[in-house]
């Protein structure tokens, strides 16, 4: 093996600096940062899927207009309906960012199922049997503080939780979305033959 002419630089990495004390903290602030950032995002991603697994609906209590016209002084009365045949209660679910239209939510849903994009429909299709219940949905994404003995399934539900939470316009889900993308592509491939 012959060596290289000192003067001649070897194309490649950098050589690392020498491991210093303050080098050696930044790197474990770094390593730290990170861990409680997966974290976040996971229970983030879990606060999601229990609002949309126990699907808590709220019904703002709206006091109807009420017309005083059949109270004059006449005499006449004309029952009041109290807003039967009005326009249906708007209904909203509860989510981490807040209460959201229910209507829109289910709008969404749909609109990722029959979407042309088949990761998308896949997404829909998991967000769908969460709202409806469907036996085959976990109860829960996390086990303590990690995912739960199912990662990979419980990695899916949470980038769909997280997607949808995107598309309603969650802006603090953006940064978990990301971080559960980068782990579910890090998820080794099964093969089955």
């Not at 003067?7 to 474990?28: A, H, L, S, W, Y």
């Not at 829960?140 to 990662?151: E, K, Q, Y």
């Amino acid at each position: 093996m012959t060596t290289p002419h000192p003067e001649v630089k070897m194309p490649g990495r950098k050589p690392k600096p020498p491991i210093t004390i303050n080098r050696g903290r930044e790197q474990i602030r770094r390593l730290t940062a990170l861990r409680t950032e997966r974290r976040d995002a996971r229970q983030y991603a879990q606060q999601w899927y229990a609002a949309l697994h126990t699907w808590d609906v709220h019904h703002p209590d709206v006091l109807p207009n009420i017309s005083y016209a059949p109270f004059r002084d006449q005499g006449a009365f004309d029952p009041l309906t109290m807003g039967d045949g009005g326009p249906p209660r708007k209904s909203y679910l509860r989510t981490p960012a807040g209460e959201i239209s229910e209507a829109e939510v289910g709008r969404l849903i749909t609109d990722m199922t029959t979407s042309r994009v088949p990761e998308t429909v896949q997404l829909g299709r998991m967000l769908d049997r969460l709202r409806r219940h469907d036996h085959g949905c976990m109860q829960s994404l996390l086990r303590g503080g990690s995912w739960s003995s199912n990662r990979e399934g419980a990695v899916r539900y949470a980038v769909a939780v997280l997607t949808l939470a995107v598309r309603v316009g969650d802006v603090q889900a953006e940064r978990p979305l990301k971080h559960v993308q980068a782990e579910l592509a890090g998820l080794p491939v099964v093969v089955s033959v």
